[in-house]
């Protein structure tokens, strides 16, 4: 997993100890890990609602973002086209259950996304990035 694991924190690369459980009866295999981990994703969940909230809703540059939750250091290319990872995010956000207007721009859709996460926040502070990234760890 890569990026902050804390609101505020410094980017970093970890690992992450997964437990692996098999239905005796079915052999179906339930993977347990621990909250903040998202599926098929490199990065941490406080990186990505981060990365979403600053970008949409705070109006910040996208290599500007991706430098705050990478830990590796970008080849440049952010300047010409922004942080394609954003746009991808964004898709996802569709299958975790949250209303996004698919004819809005992609940072209408983030600035969305991170507003009605900050409303599922169970202490606001009044800081949208923060009450997202609260929300989201609650959800």
Known sequence: M?????LGGVPREVSV?????QCQCCAVVVM????????RLRYTLVAVVTALAQ?????????RVRGEVSPWHSSGDECLHG?????????????AGLY??????????????STQLAA?????????TVDAVSGALHR
């Open 32 to 39: 347990v890990v621990p909250r903040g981990v998202l599926p």
């Open 55 to 63: 970008w949409g809703h705070g109006g910040r540059a996208g290599w």
């Open 100 to 113: 996004v207007d698919a004819t809005a721009s992609p940072r209408v859709r983030a600035a969305s996304l």
């Open 120 to 128: 599922m926040a169970p202490l606001p502070t009044g800081v949208v």
């Open 17 to 21: 100890v997964v437990r692996r459980y």
């Open 2 to 6: 890569a990026g902050p694991t804390d």
């Open 83 to 95: 942080w394609r990872s954003l746009r991808r995010w964004l898709t996802c956000s569709v299958a």
